[in-house]
């Protein structure tokens, strides 16, 4: 009990630190550039404690439970040798984590508006929520595959230089097709995929194969999934803007 | 009592994050794996200090920084803020890219400190640390990230105001990675590819993308739709290359401090 408090404490030490430069650039513009006063203090000062509390919380919580347990069914998956398994809990994980993340569901909503403005389709309500869940899907499709493909380099040891320049060489060709007002939505689809739960749990799992699997060093095979899951939605959101 | 609601409100969306994760986890673990993890109390509170903590976390930023960031991507975009001097001066048509400083350099500053409290590149940057035995200093990496976004980011605003089309932008930096890929230490590769999607999640999104289409609804001749999005892209690629030129610059530092005095090998070589 009392070891957690002081790790609690150790830790919320830090992330007062990692906040500062927010409010310091924050209060820099309000007060130097725009010359305002800061409305609503009372709520702002809730808010930065709130934020000091969570992220605390939160850094302690993936040592305790989102490290460990990628590592150990990393581990477990690596014992038991079934690359089925192991692929399928890949791609579940890359499908299942992306499917219900929000500020993909505002980026597929977005992408429908652009659609219908720009005349691609219908514009009814039907129409635009049907784009935006197909764009959704097949984003979601995207990163459960990506991570299927990162896993298997980990296991084969393929070099990841050669797979993500491939890639790019890809979106770069798509993008000269592709219609012009998905270039944007897909660049940045690519980034807003990974979320704050997805990215600990992928990198655990990615160090924990790589560090259980003989001739694999864990620093060169062990990260590079979460390339892949940015890379991939690029290329199917560009090729969802051709073919619909 | 609305800050009730909104943490209840918090909660429930965290909660329906978390769940398809958690099923997928514990679900495979139990009927694939058939064997209870070692330390499952221990991995359960975990999950619970995640849930508490990204749900504070969350509403926290919504309380605060997000009315207020969104406040100022707002005015520093405003027509009256950008041409108060300069529209007086030289007419409303007339103005270049350069009376937009204040909204590069806030790009810049906003990009950098959002990057610096981004909870999944801390994770990152904690696996590296641990994985290469300290090789890679967590704040070396953070700030060599952190930089990246901010460099990024003033570049998009830059591209907002100009107009160019983005691709151009996008396959030059492309061409920089590939270039840097072939000259950075084998090492750092991989967690370099990686640190381009990590940079852009809870914190550092909705200020970029407020910031993105407030510029392009001011700018004249842009259009919020194609010219609003693309700045997360910029924050995505820079942070590639500039941590491979962190690796980069390390590893020549190491070098030349070698070959000064032959006598220690492990005298600094992890300047930075």
């Known amino acids: ?244 | 009592m609305d800050i009730v609601k909104d943490v209840i409100d918090t909660t429930l969306s965290t909660i329906t994050d978390v769940l398809p994760i958690a099923v997928i986890l514990f679900g495979f673990q139990f009927t694939v794996i058939r064997k209870k993890p070692a330390n499952l109390m221990q991995i359960l509170l975990g999950f619970v200090w995640v849930l508490l903590g990204l749900s504070l976390f969350l509403l926290g930023l919504e309380l605060c920084l997000f009315p207020l960031g969104r406040l100022m991507a707002e005015q520093l975009t405003d027509p009256s803020f950008i041409h108060g001097s300069a529209a007086a001066a030289k007419g409303l048509e007339q103005i270049s890219w350069q009376d937009y400083y204040w909204v590069y350099w806030f790009a810049f500053l906003i990009g950098f400190s959002t990057t610096i409290a981004e909870p999944s590149l801390i994770a990152v940057a904690i696996k590296a640390n641990e994985v290469s035995a300290g090789a890679i200093g967590v704040w070396g990496l953070r700030l060599a990230v952190a930089v990246g976004v901010a460099m990024g980011i003033s570049l998009g605003c830059y591209r907002i105001v100009v107009g160019d089309p983005i691709h151009w932008y996008i396959i030059a930096g492309y061409v920089v990675v590939v270039i840097q890929t072939c000259f950075a230490p084998k090492i750092i590769v991989p967690l370099a590819y990686d640190s381009g999607g990590v940079t852009t999640s809870t914190v550092t999104v909705p200020l970029v993308a407020a910031l993105g289409l407030g510029l392009s609804e001011t700018v004249p001749g842009r259009n919020p739709l194609i010219d609003g999005f693309g700045l997360i892209a910029f924050a995505s690629l820079f942070p590639i290359i500039s941590v491979m030129a962190y690796a980069q610059i390390t590893a020549a530092l190491a070098r030349r401090n070698k070959n000064e005095d032959n006598a220690g090998p492990e005298s600094d070589s992890r300047t930075g």
């Open chain 1, 1 to 244: 009990m009392l070891k957690t408090l002081q790790q609690l404490l150790h830790s919320m030490l830090a992330s007062i630190r990692d906040l500062i430069p927010i409010v310091a650039v924050i209060l820099f513009f309000q007060f130097f550039v725009l010359q305002q006063p800061l409305p609503n203090v009372g709520q702002l000062m809730l808010g930065v404690v709130f934020v000091v509390l969570g992220l605390t919380f939160f850094i302690h919580g993936l040592e305790q439970g989102l490290f460990p347990i990628g590592e150990s069914m990393a581990h477990a998956f690596a014992r038991k040798g079934s690359v089925f398994w192991l692929l399928l809990f890949a791609f579940a994980l890359g499908f299942g984590t992306t499917v219900a993340e929000p500020a993909l569901i505002a980026v597929a909503a977005e992408a429908a508006n652009v659609a219908a403005t720009g005349q691609m389709i219908e514009n009814s309500m039907a129409a635009k929520a049907s784009y935006a869940d197909g764009l959704r899907f097949t984003v979601a499709f995207a990163v459960g595959l990506a991570i299927v493909i990162g896993v298997l380099r980990i296991l084969k040891g393929w070099s990841i230089q050669w797979m993500i320049i491939g890639g790019y060489m890809l979106v770069v060709i798509m993008t000269l097709f592709a219609p012009k007002e998905i270039i944007g939505i897909a660049y940045d689809s690519g980034g807003v995929t990974t979320s704050t739960i997805t990215v600990p749990l992928v990198t655990a799992l990615g160090v924990g194969l790589a560090s259980s699997i003989k001739g694999r060093n864990p620093m060169i095979d062990g990260f590079g999934l979460i390339a892949f899951a940015s890379l991939s939605p690029m290329i199917f959101v560009m090729a969802y803007g051709m073919l619909i």
